[in-house]
């Protein structure tokens, strides 16, 4: 494992190369929005990067999206853009979990839930 600025990767250096390149795109989205800081802690910024950063992984396809830590990467990315406290980042778990829950973004890729199911088709197929 490899660690870059509080992300644990499960990779290499390819990985570890996608991941600070996927940092810096996204810190350019945010700062892009008008008027950007006074937006600390808005739902919608979060979940702009969330899904910039779904799709990126998706347009890459050479790395395992359950490889990365999505959930960490944005809070990396609000961290470089905003002066964040311990007690905001509680607040951007609780809006990713809503999120997720929500099925606004995916905790896992799309690919990986359609390998988890033929796993389990070729393992019931294989016990009969």
Partial sequence: MVKQKGIVLKNGSKVQNF???????SILQVKSIHAFEEQK??????????KYIEKEIFHEGTIKSESLDKRSIV????????NLTEEDLVIVDSQLDYLIENKIVKKKGRLYRIYKVLR?????ASER
């Fill in 19 to 25: 991941v600070g390149g996927l940092i810096v795109k």
């Fill in 41 to 50: 802690l808005n739902q919608e910024i979060t979940e702009s990067i969330a």
């Fill in 120 to 124: 389990r088709i070729f393992t019931l």
């Fill in 75 to 82: 809070k990396e990315v609000l961290k470089q853009c905003y």
